[in-house]
């Protein structure tokens, strides 16, 4: 009897959980309704399991941010794109979201990426943020993601990053950072990451590179540095890139002494244009 009572009591206090599509964000709200094409009065939570992708668009400064119970109910969705969400996400945002495979943040004002946003979203295998204000990450910002393939955080303004970033996911395969303010990078900070394959480093302010930063990256394929502000790369780096197929150094400052040391090690692997509107030869870096 015990347990039939509060059998009855959980199924009452996950159904007063549900949140009304008609109190939610407003950005949310209308998604939805277009979604349905009708009033978010009609709308069910066992409507909300037929939606497996969705966008949200934002960008109004008069709109409020998104809240918590926002994604009630979207437990079927697979990929969500917010586009001009505003400033911040609430804790718990994409709490229930289980089947998420694919999140993409753009055009918004967000600038910090706390610890553990993310922490529940165990199907995530594709996570971008372009666009945005970026300029923190928190050192767990991507814990409990053991899926991820590919992470992105491109055309932010992130300057510094955290000593480690990676602490569980052993499966991604891409990290673009293009497009960003980072000035160095500490030693081993992309450890735990054995099985990246591409890794974008391109238009930051990069002016050195620790000899250890890659130690454990020797699934690595492609390394594309261009326009920092490097003048030399470190031996021991190419060491521990076993299978590096392409590294790309376009339009940085590289010594020439650098240079010839650069290709005679690593032949037709190394792209070089010392400026942009050069007629380049992809085939030894060599110019024509």
């Known amino acids: 009897m015990l347990l039939i009572c509060i059998q009855i009591l959980i199924f009452m206090s996950e159904a007063q959980a549900?949140?009304?599509?008609?109190?939610?964000?407003?950005?949310?709200?209308?998604?939805?309704?277009?979604?349905?094409r009708r009033g978010?009065?009609?709308?069910?939570?066992?409507?909300?399991?037929q939606i497996e992708r969705?966008?949200?668009?934002?960008?109004?400064?008069?709109?409020?941010?998104?809240?918590?119970?926002?994604?009630?109910?979207?437990?079927?969705v697979k990929l969500l794109r917010l586009i001009g969400s505003g400033s911040g996400l609430p804790s718990g945002i994409f709490s229930g979201l289980d089947k998420l495979e694919t999140l993409t943040i753009e055009d918004s004002k967000l600038s910090?990426?706390?610890?553990?946003?993310?922490?529940?979203?165990?199907?995530?295998?594709?996570?971008?943020?372009?666009?945005?204000?970026?300029?923190?990450?928190?050192?767990?910002?991507?814990?409990?993601?053991?899926?991820?393939?590919?992470?992105?955080?491109?055309?932010?303004?992130?300057?510094?990053?955290?000593?480690?970033?990676?602490?569980d996911t052993s499966f991604v395969a891409t990290v673009s950072l293009y497009g960003n303010e980072i000035s160095r990078l500490p030693e081993g900070f992309f450890t735990g990451l054995?099985?990246?394959?591409?890794?974008l480093l391109t238009r930051n302010k990069l002016k050195r590179l620790p000899d250890?930063?890659?130690?454990?990256?020797?699934?690595?394929?492609?390394?594309?540095?261009?326009?920092?502000?490097?003048?030399?790369?470190?031996?021991?780096?190419?060491?521990d890139l076993p299978n590096l197929r392409r590294i790309n150094l376009d339009q940085n400052p590289i010594d020439p002494s650098e240079l010839?040391?650069?290709?005679?090690l690593l032949g037709d692997k190394l792209s070089f244009c010392?400026?942009?509107?050069?007629?380049?030869?992809?085939?030894?870096?060599?110019?024509r």
């Not at 949140?19 to 964000?25: E, H, M, Y």
Request: with cysteine; glycine share 6%.
């Open 260 to 264: 010839r040391k650069l290709k005679a």
């Open 274 to 287: 010392s400026r942009p509107g050069k007629k380049c030869d992809r085939v030894g870096g060599s110019m």
């Open 212 to 239: 250890k930063l890659f130690v454990g990256l020797t699934a690595l394929l492609t390394l594309d540095l261009e326009k920092n502000l490097l003048k030399t790369i470190p031996a021991q780096i190419l060491t």
């Open 112 to 167: 910090i990426i706390p610890d553990d946003m993310f922490s529940k979203l165990e199907n995530l295998k594709w996570l971008v943020f372009e666009r945005n204000h970026i300029r923190k990450v928190s050192e767990r910002a991507f814990s409990g993601m053991p899926k991820l393939e590919m992470l992105a955080m491109q055309l932010n303004r992130i300057g510094l990053l955290p000593h480690r970033l990676f602490p």
């Open 194 to 199: 054995p099985r990246l394959k591409e890794l």
């Open 54 to 76: 969705l966008k949200i668009y934002g960008g109004k400064a008069s709109e409020p941010p998104l809240k918590a119970g926002d994604f009630d109910g979207l437990r079927e």
């Open 40 to 49: 978010c009065g009609t709308i069910t939570e066992k409507d909300l399991l």
């Open 18 to 36: 549900f949140v009304s599509v008609c109190d939610r964000t407003i950005l949310v709200r209308e998604a939805l309704e277009v979604f349905f």
